[in-house]
């Protein structure tokens, strides 16, 4: 077939496998369907293609004005058309606005790559190439890990670092061990014909299709609101069981390869458990920690900051996997570890681009995924007895069932925060496997049953996304069903209801709903005695680029109160108002009661009134956390708030420059702090702002009232 | 009363004393507030001045973040210590359904409904004549709402709600107006911090 001849010469030439024979599997049947085949007929199957090339030129010693060499693009080119592919595909979803809410993305991708891998395995009448494992570790993978240790929320996430660590060390054991054991129950029964799956490789099964996968997990939870602590539990626990997931299936691995297991062979399983978990973490600390003091030196080449970033990244990635450690566990203490200090240190564009760029090529990575999981079901690498696929469907929810129940019983009994019942439900419901679970199943050795095991995970894969990722909203609406409103809120209840919510929030964040640990006191002291002065660049900043633009706004505004004469509101859309005024005049006459005037009011109120903190998730796949809420909003209250300071002051002085004079004094007396106050100020939103200034602990976070207007003229500043 | 090591509280406000005030509220929940009490305090004087609570990020650009903190203050003080922290904190107990059937003999606890919507009817009514005048009404609302209202449309939403909750015809909300107007509301659940639970 043409297309093995150029898969293997492409072999050859580029070494990367597993893209290339997909791609070229694809590619060239496209073109054979096309006609073109009789170029790459002429071709021969051999090595060296250098000399086939050249044997071809010399046959033919004409010019020829157009003339088409594909072999030389080849393997750039199917790369590229394939991610092309991916990337349509995702914006002909969103075209049509009403399939993203009811069928997850997943789905659709996974549906998508069937569609290709139907067409591949039509045209050629093979099974298309599965995809490589190696190709979905080394590639595919790190780019959506990093994303997610990046964005991480790292408040959540270590308030409930011990509940996520429970569920993913605890739980992946507990799920592995009963799966494995149920299904060597299962295979007793001679109906089925299974007496041959032994129980070694039944718990290796079990291993492999225990563990929860992130990618599935991230991608169903995006299109789900749920609150963020259940958020943040089963991604957290998605990403941290990979460490069990690892140890266990080398181990079942190796004991499957060993005439006799003895009992010390136990035992350095669970010894090794550790050494993959804080081994990752080290190596993954220890390149961030690297990458922060590199970056301290890159302020005269700023161009290529953002590369820093993903290069430390990745190479903690490696070195973890290299070493047989959990390569998942090093890239996101690499990414939390560096990401406070690298952004102090690099610049505001810099930290753009990164941000920009990780979320491209997650996006990109997961697309893929998906669709070449769908591409690698088609074929004829199952063996399809259908008992023991359905009872491993059935065993991966019962256990992940009790699991949850179990776990969070003594969870419940520890904490003041609960997880209700319904979280439960989700965290149980939501435990997908996706893509990880079908590379290590493909990288298992070559035994007799291993075509059993293939398609039982391809089942269970597309089990999880389809019939749980569909049915996961619709769950989740019902399980929070509110009453129902018989008639719309009236002005004053909207106006209260907003009012009462501000307040709430007012109040949970003076009241400091997270937990003081004294772990979290101690890092924070180390932090800013040890480690900065290390790692970020400027220590006592000189005259940064926001007290700059402080000034540049007093003076705006001291310009704009002379003009003025007094203080009204600023009009930063004219025309808006104008509209709304005329409106509003012709209703004048009328009664205030009358409807068409409530509908007015209404509108008015609900695009004007201030939106509470959170409203969008805090971390999400598709938009860069904070982009949902209004930067202006903040900016608003604070300058009206330093306005109403100022009114206080012109009515009664005395109070506002002492206010002014406390304000610098206590700025001076912390003035490290406010390089990394100024610097880490290079984000667009308060959300981000406060997120960025609660890293600190509460001794350093010096905010008087005017340098909040810092951080006002510096959101303004981005987005002139 | 669990069997856990002191932590300081008793030596300052003396435990029992605060458990008994505030009725039910447990004691991690003291000594949890207690921790977050002392980081916000500074000065390390046992008590928090407006500065200490403006320091908190969130509150900058909160639009009632003066207000809130003003309620924490009691009247023409500049200091709070531990016991009005919680005081004022205790509003936001969530009620448990147990409690709603505790006998109705002894004083009603803070966290009650009615207790409630007075803690917010007081930071509406800033001279406290037990009355939301239209002028607070319209303070409260420019604080909320962004700068692209023009002083007449406010006025008129202003005059809309009082319009709406009046019934006594002053042309002003008072506290049972105002009680009236939100009882389809879930205020237990809206003004309830779920950690205390």
Known sequence: ??????????????????????????????????????????????????????????????????????????????????????????????????????????????????????????????????MDSDIFFLYLLPPIVLDAGYFMPSRPFFENIGTILLYAVVGTIWNVFGIGFSLYGICQVRAFGLRDVSLLHNLLFGSLIAAVDPVAVLAVFEEIHVNEKLHILVFGESLLN????????????????????????????????????????????????????????????????????FLYSYLSYLTAEMFHLSG?????????????????????????????????????????????????????????????????????????????????????????????????FIIAYGGLRGAICFSLVFLLPDFRRKKLFIAATT?????????????????????????????????????????????????????????????????????????????LREYDQPKSSIVLLYEKLERKHAIELAEAGQLGHAPSHPSLLNSDRTVISEKKSEDALCPDGLEDIQEILARNLYRIRRTGPAYSRHTLPGETEPVEQAQEIL?????????????????????????????????????????????????????????????????????????????????? | MGGKKPTGVETKEGITDMLFFFSSVSHSQITRLYSRFTSLDKGENGTLSREDFQRIPELAINPLGDRIINAFFPEGEDQVNFRGFMRTLA???????????????????????????????????????????????????????GVNISDEQLGSIADRTIQEADQDGDCAISFAEFVKVLEKVDVEQKMSIRFLH
């Not at chain 1, 079901?377 to 699991?403: D, Q, S």
């Not at chain 1, 997120?691 to 981005?718: D, Y």
Request: hydrophobic letters at 45%; aromatic letters at 10%; a positive charge.
């Open chain 1, 242 to 309: 990979d460490a069990v997931t690892v140890v266990l299936y080398k181990l079942f691995r190796s004991f499957c390869e060993m005439p006799a297991i003895k009992t010390v062979d136990v035992f350095a399983g669970v010894g090794k458990f550790f050494v993959v978990g804080i081994g990752g973490v080290l190596v993954g600390l220890t390149f961030g920690m690297t990458s922060a003091f590199t970056t301290r030196f890159t302020k005269d080449i700023r161009v290529i900051e953002p590369l820093f970033v």
């Open chain 2, 91 to 145: 509003h936001f107990r969530p009620i448990e359904d147990n409690e709603k059937s505790k006998d109705q003999n002894g004083p009603e606890p803070l966290n009650s409904r009615s207790n409630k919507l007075h803690f917010a009817f007081r930071l509406y009514d800033l001279d406290k004549d037990d009355k939301i005048s239209r002028d607070e009404l319209l303070q409260v609302l420019r604080m909320m709402v």
């Open chain 1, 1 to 130: 077939m043409q297309w093995t001849a150029l898969g293997l010469m492409e072999r050859q030439r580029a070494g990367s496998k597993g893209t290339a024979t997909v791609l070229a599997a694809l590619l060239s049947s496209f073109l054979q369907a096309a006609g073109v085949g009789a170029l790459h007929s002429s071709l021969v199957a051999e090595n060296g293609s250098w000399a086939a090339e050249e044997a071809q030129g010399n046959a033919s010693m004409e010019h020829t004005f157009f003339s088409l060499d594909y072999q030389h693009v080849q393997v750039p080119f199917e790369i590229t058309l394939w991610i092309m592919l991916a990337s349509l595909a995702k914006i002909a979803f969103h075209l049509y606005n009403k399939l993203p809410s009811v069928v997850p993305e997943s789905c659709l991708l996974i549906f998508v790559g069937l569609i290709m891998g139907g067409i591949i395995y039509g045209l050629n009448d093979k099974s298309p190439p599965v």
């Open chain 1, 328 to 424: 998942i566990v090093a890239i996101i203490a690499c990414a939390m570890g560096m990401k406070r200090y690298v952004e102090a240190n690099i610049s505001l564009k810099s930290h753009t681009t990164v941000k920009y760029f990780m979320k491209m090529w997650s996006s990109v990575s997961d697309t893929l995924i998906f669709i070449f999981l769908g591409v690698s079901t088609i074929g004829e690498n199952h063996e399809w007895n259908w008992p023991y696929i359905f009872f491993t469907v059935i065993f991966c929810l019962i256990w992940r069932a009790l699991g949850v129940l179990v776990l969070t019983f003594f969870v419940n009994r520890f904490h003041v925060n609960t997880v209700t019942s319904k979280d439960q």
């Open chain 1, 639 to 720: 300058i009206l708030q330093r306005r109403s300071l100022r009114v206080d002051a012109s009515g009664s002085d005395g109070i506002s420059p002492r206010k002014e004079k406390e304000g610098s004094s206590l700025v001076r007396g912390d003035s490290d702090v406010q390089p990394r106050l100024c610097r880490s100020l290079t984000v667009e939103d308060a959300e981000k702002v406060r997120a960025v200034k609660q890293n600190r602990s509460q001794s350093v976070c010096v905010i008087p009232a005017h340098s909040k207007q810092e951080g006002a003229g510096k959101e303004m500043a981005s987005d002139m």
């Open chain 1, 459 to 535: 089942v269970v894969i597309l089990f999880t996304v389809f019939a749980q990722g569909m049915t996961i909203r619709p769950l989740v609406d019902l399980l929070h069903v509110k009453r129902k409103r018989e008639s719309a809120p009236t002005v004053g209840e909207q106006i209260h209801i907003r009012f009462l919510d501000h307040l709430l929030a007012g109040i949970e964040d003076i009241s400091g709903h997270w937990g003081q640990y004294y772990w979290k006191d101690k890092l924070e002291y180390f932090n800013s005695k040890y480690l900065q002065k290390f790692l």
